[in-house]
């Protein structure tokens, strides 16, 4: 490939047994690790890991899996933006997680990091890279919602002032509910089809980004455990996770492009909640912790 993505799946398999140990220690309940292969003859070819932790103290589901496929042709959610590599060869590897706690206070968060390489006939191999973080909470804190921002900003500052305010507009715009006039939650960084600063400068942010998440979630998850919550709570959790399955399903490129190529569904849909609920037309009363995370926090805002 010219570039070296051995590398990059070397970082993204330790990254994912660093991010996975620290589940099994904050929660007390060891993950199952389930390695998978393609088989011969399947549309992908290539293998993978999948780790979720299912019904702990702390994470009601946890679930994080690395990739690496190669695949015939790229599918339409890869190329939209790239239409001269349409129908290319490709290889792709990403870990992509989504924790969903079991206390309300405790916010949902979701993260990816990947690279993607096309291998168009006669022609140089395009590789580019994608990911980032963003933050889901239930009850609203300003301080949680600030901290995970500051992190996401001091992992991208040595790669340019520019690419904090681009990448939080961009997850801004991109985890909106288009359907519902709503945004999934505070926010963070998103990018995709990077490749601007070169092979070696892309995947250092790659690497960035990937190392900051333990730093960016752990402390918000430490703070807000313990919070006593009753079925009012508990309810309110489980309705807003109705907004993130939407969203999945609905608008989310990498669940578009694994289930276009062929992937693996049990892989692809860890990132559903174990349990979410729906209302017809349900609206907070004024005044109330519920109201305030329409207000203050399911809006594009500056947290900086």
Known sequence: MGDDPKAVGDYLRALQQRIMD??????????????????????????????????????????????????????????????????????????????????????????????????????????????????????????????????????????????????????????????RDEQRGVGGVFFDDFSELGFERSFAMLRAVGDAFLPAYQPIVERRRAMAYGERERDFQLYRRGRYVEFNLVWDRGTHFGLQSGGRSESILLSMPPLASWAYRRHPEPGTPEAALYSDFLVRREWL
């Open 22 to 179: 620290a589940v099994e220690v904050a929660d007390g309940k060891a993950c199952v690790r389930d390695a998978w292969e393609k088989a011969p003859g399947e549309t992908l070819q290539g293998n993978g890991l999948t780790c979720i932790l299912e019904g702990g103290e702390l994470f009601e589901r946890a679930g994080c899996g690395f990739s690496q496929v190669r695949g015939p042709k790229l599918p339409p959610s890869a190329t939209q933006h790239r239409p001269e590599l349409a129908g290319a060869p490709f290889e792709a590897m990403g870990v992509s997680l989504v924790f969903h706690p079991r206390n309300p206070y405790v916010p949902t968060v979701h993260m990816n990091v990947r690279m993607l390489a096309a291998l168009p006939a006669g022609g140089e191999p395009v590789c580019w890279f994608g990911g980032g973080m963003d933050l889901t909470p239930y009850y609203g804190f300003e301080d949680d919602a600030v901290h995970f921002h500051r992190s996401c900003h001091d992992a991208l500052a040595p790669f340019g002032d520019d690419k904090y305010p681009r990448f939080k507009t961009w997850c801004d715009e991109y985890f909106y509910l288009k359907h």
